[in-house]
């Protein structure tokens, strides 16, 4: 369908290098994309009879949020991790539904799913493309390539040997993966699982690279160790999802390599820190009496704190690693509606400025997710999808959620706080 030419009319637009607002600006719309940004007050006299005007007022209007961590089949409630063991695909179809909607809703308009069953993930990818369900720009891995037993193995694919793990790439990608999600350590809420140990060794990760780019698809690891890490590094593993630093010995806390931050970031590997799912946790569990704690058997000798991971996540940027934002959403508190909360966390933990943080919760992660030449800025040629907020993110960080306005490839979808889908 052909999307109607249009101009969106707001006191503060973000300008294309998403480093400051541009006062009293009109975003032309046409065919979808956008054709220009210029000054209200200089759009020709018949703009009216030519387009429809949208005057949304003391608003501010920025790209649409990029999100590189979803997991749409999961409900974002505390016991969410329990619910995708023993939920039947049904329900966790109609969850992920009702997620997609709210992603878009939110003021995300791109999302990338690494890791949900692909019985959900890849029918509703299909759903998005061919206009059944409302939901944002999806890329997908459909289930996480594990060890047996491994991390999520109940919504993932086993796959122990080399020989193994190339054949499961192949199979996600004839299923319609764009993106490859490996576990390349065990996780905290996987039983059978220790995060403090890799699940693969750097050879096996080598060959899964090599055949994630013959087909000229993204690979992605899940890292909570630092010799899993160092392992992703050496593999070259595209985007390091976590990138912890656990020693591996259970007595221990961390074990930070400056020297593997470097190469990490000499070989432009990007990194989702997934601070903004820890901030919301962190709120959400101080705000109840008893709030659920899942801690595996190799995390109890010792009690590392917020604080010494984040000096891990600051040593790996003071190397020159770029973040992207990815809020792990679906899982415990990390609610579907709320990416903004990965540029909260980027200027509350890190203390990056809100334009920096901006940035990263659009145009980075749109070049990280290899859409940042259609998304992620407000420029004329990219595709219009848009967001506006009330307040002013820039000044308050926090204003960055809820959007009430969301544009879609020029088509509003929702219009001062009315979801018109
Ligand atoms: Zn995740």
Request: net charge negative; with cysteine; glycine share 8%.
């Given at each position: 369908m052909q999307a109607k030419s249009t101009v969106f009319k707001a006191a503060r637009v973000a300008n294309a290098e998403l480093t400051a607002w541009l006062p009293d600006h009109a975003v032309i719309v046409d065919s979808g994309r956008i054709s220009a940004v210029a000054?209200?007050?200089?759009?020709?006299?018949d703009t009216r009879s030519r387009y429809e005007v949208y005057?949304?007022?003391?608003v501010s209007l920025l790209p649409g949020l990029c999100d590189a961590?979803?997991?749409?089949?999961?409900?974002?409630?505390?016991?969410a991790q329990e619910q995708a063991l023993t939920e039947g695909n049904d329900v966790l179809l109609m969850r992920a539904v009702t997620a997609m909607r709210r992603i878009l809703m939110s003021g995300t308009t791109t999302v990338r799913d690494i890791g949900s069953r692909n019985e959900v993930s890849f029918a509703v990818l299909s759903g998005i493309e061919s206009g059944v369900i409302p939901g944002p720009r999806l890329i997908c891995a459909g289930t996480p390539i594990t060890i047996t037993s491994g991390h999520c193995w109940f919504f993932g694919t086993e796959a122990d040997t080399k020989e193994q793990v190339v054949q499961a790439i192949r199979r996600q990608v004839k299923l319609g993966a764009r993106v490859i999600k490996m576990m390349a350590t065990g996780g905290?809420?996987?039983?059978?699982?220790?995060?403090?140990?890799?699940?693969?060794d750097a050879d096996t990760l080598r060959a899964a690279v090599r055949e994630a780019e013959r087909m000229d698809v993204q690979i992605v690891a899940h890292t909570l160790s630092a010799e899993g890490t160092r392992n992703c590094v050496d593999a070259g593993i595209h985007h390091l999802i976590h990138a912890r630093w656990l020693d591996a010995d259970p007595a221990k806390k961390l074990a930070f390599d400056p020297r593997v931050a470097e190469r990490m970031a000499e070989n432009g590997q990007w990194v989702d820190p997934t601070i903004g799912h820890h901030l919301l946790g962190d709120e959400a569990r101080a705000a109840v009496e008893n709030p659920l704690q899942v801690k595996p058997w190799s995390m109890q000798q010792v009690t590392i704190t917020e604080e010494e991971h984040i000096a891990t996540i600051r040593g790996m940027h003071d190397a020159g690693v770029r973040f992207t934002a990815g809020l792990d959403m679906g899982m415990p508190y990390s609610s579907h509606a709320n990416s903004g909360a990965n540029a909260w966390s980027f200027h509350e933990w890190l203390g990056w400025d809100t334009w920096k943080a901006i940035r990263a919760n659009t145009a980075d992660t749109a070049a990280a997710l290899r859409v940042g030449d259609e998304v992620g800025r407000i420029e004329?040629?990219?595709?219009?999808?848009l967001a506006v907020f009330r307040g002013d993110p820039a000044a308050?960080?926090?204003?960055?959620?809820?959007?009430v306005t969301v544009v879609q490839g020029g088509r509003v979808v929702k219009l001062n706080g009315e979801s018109l889908l």
């Amino acid at each position: 369908m052909q999307a109607k030419s249009t101009v969106f009319k707001a006191a503060r637009v973000a300008n294309a290098e998403l480093t400051a607002w541009l006062p009293d600006h009109a975003v032309i719309v046409d065919s979808g994309r956008i054709s220009a940004v210029a000054p209200s007050s200089q759009l020709p006299d018949d703009t009216r009879s030519r387009y429809e005007v949208y005057e949304l007022g003391d608003v501010s209007l920025l790209p649409g949020l990029c999100d590189a961590h979803c997991h749409m089949h999961c409900s974002a409630e505390p016991n969410a991790q329990e619910q995708a063991l023993t939920e039947g695909n049904d329900v966790l179809l109609m969850r992920a539904v009702t997620a997609m909607r709210r992603i878009l809703m939110s003021g995300t308009t791109t999302v990338r799913d690494i890791g949900s069953r692909n019985e959900v993930s890849f029918a509703v990818l299909s759903g998005i493309e061919s206009g059944v369900i409302p939901g944002p720009r999806l890329i997908c891995a459909g289930t996480p390539i594990t060890i047996t037993s491994g991390h999520c193995w109940f919504f993932g694919t086993e796959a122990d040997t080399k020989e193994q793990v190339v054949q499961a790439i192949r199979r996600q990608v004839k299923l319609g993966a764009r993106v490859i999600k490996m576990m390349a350590t065990g996780g905290m809420f996987t039983p059978t699982a220790n995060p403090r140990m890799p699940q693969y060794d750097a050879d096996t990760l080598r060959a899964a690279v090599r055949e994630a780019e013959r087909m000229d698809v993204q690979i992605v690891a899940h890292t909570l160790s630092a010799e899993g890490t160092r392992n992703c590094v050496d593999a070259g593993i595209h985007h390091l999802i976590h990138a912890r630093w656990l020693d591996a010995d259970p007595a221990k806390k961390l074990a930070f390599d400056p020297r593997v931050a470097e190469r990490m970031a000499e070989n432009g590997q990007w990194v989702d820190p997934t601070i903004g799912h820890h901030l919301l946790g962190d709120e959400a569990r101080a705000a109840v009496e008893n709030p659920l704690q899942v801690k595996p058997w190799s995390m109890q000798q010792v009690t590392i704190t917020e604080e010494e991971h984040i000096a891990t996540i600051r040593g790996m940027h003071d190397a020159g690693v770029r973040f992207t934002a990815g809020l792990d959403m679906g899982m415990p508190y990390s609610s579907h509606a709320n990416s903004g909360a990965n540029a909260w966390s980027f200027h509350e933990w890190l203390g990056w400025d809100t334009w920096k943080a901006i940035r990263a919760n659009t145009a980075d992660t749109a070049a990280a997710l290899r859409v940042g030449d259609e998304v992620g800025r407000i420029e004329p040629g990219k595709v219009a999808d848009l967001a506006v907020f009330r307040g002013d993110p820039a000044a308050n960080i926090r204003a960055l959620i809820n959007a009430v306005t969301v544009v879609q490839g020029g088509r509003v979808v929702k219009l001062n706080g009315e979801s018109l889908l």
